[in-house]
């Protein structure tokens, strides 16, 4: 017997989009208090407790959204990860050669941690309190980790248009990643600084260094 679908009435509707626009909202405010709970007290000194006490919630309403402070962090991360893409994607899609597309790729991803140095703490949740690496959970890690990846990508896309075989633009892509890692740790810590560089300047040199040796 078929089951007739009964017609939601505009009123009905209204008042949906009233609770989903109310839902987001908190949402939001969860996020924003949680983002600056996570930058005092990193991942293992939060507590779900002061992220709702920071948003104005209970700790029972903030379980309405979130099972555990790692989804919470999960989630910033996630939005992290996709404005880096989108910023990455930004630029390549005005790049007219597969080099230009591996300089624009690259620099576009140094420059998005250089502009926000409090993504780049948050990236790096893995090894808040020491060189011991602390996961968020197994399905949460392998989904931010690919989204990494996919952030990184055009870089070894570029480099395989180059010429460079498959594994070499993925090493490439990893080099890059690391290169890109050590010289905003420098900027943001200020031990750039004794050595009288500029660390935008030394990630341009080191790309066009590795991108005029693609594929030879």
Do not use: C
Request: hydrophobic fraction near 45%; glycine fraction near 8%; avoid cysteine.
């Amino acid at each position: 017997m078929a089951v007739t679908k009964t017609k939601e009435s505009p009123e009905t509707r209204r008042r949906r989009g009233r609770r989903e626009a109310v839902s987001e909202h908190r949402r939001g405010l969860i996020l924003k208090a949680a983002r600056e709970v996570f930058e005092k007290e990193g991942l293992e000194g939060a507590s779900i407790r002061a992220i709702a006490a920071r948003a104005g919630y209970t700790a029972a309403a903030l379980y309405f959204y979130f099972d555990s402070k790692e989804a919470v962090y999960a989630e910033l991360l996630r939005v992290s990860l996709s404005e880096l893409g989108r910023a990455v994607d930004g630029a390549v899609s005005g790049a007219r050669t597969p080099e230009t597309r591996l300089r624009a790729a690259a620099m576009a991803f140094f420059q998005f941690y250089a502009d926000n140095p409090r993504d780049l703490d948050l990236g790096f949740y893995l090894f808040r309190g020491g060189m011991k690496p602390v996961g968020l959970g197994r399905e949460r890690d392998k989904a931010l980790n690919a989204a990494l990846e996919a952030a990184l990508r055009p870089i070894a896309d570029a480099a395989e248009a180059m010429g460079a075989p498959r594994d070499e633009a993925n090493l490439l892509m990893v080099d890059v990643f690391a290169h890109a890692s050590g010289l905003l740790l420098l900027l943001h810590t200020g031990r750039i600084r004794m050595f009288g560089a500029s660390a935008s300047g030394l990630m341009e040199d080191y790309i066009r260094y590795r991108a005029a040796r693609v594929g030879k």
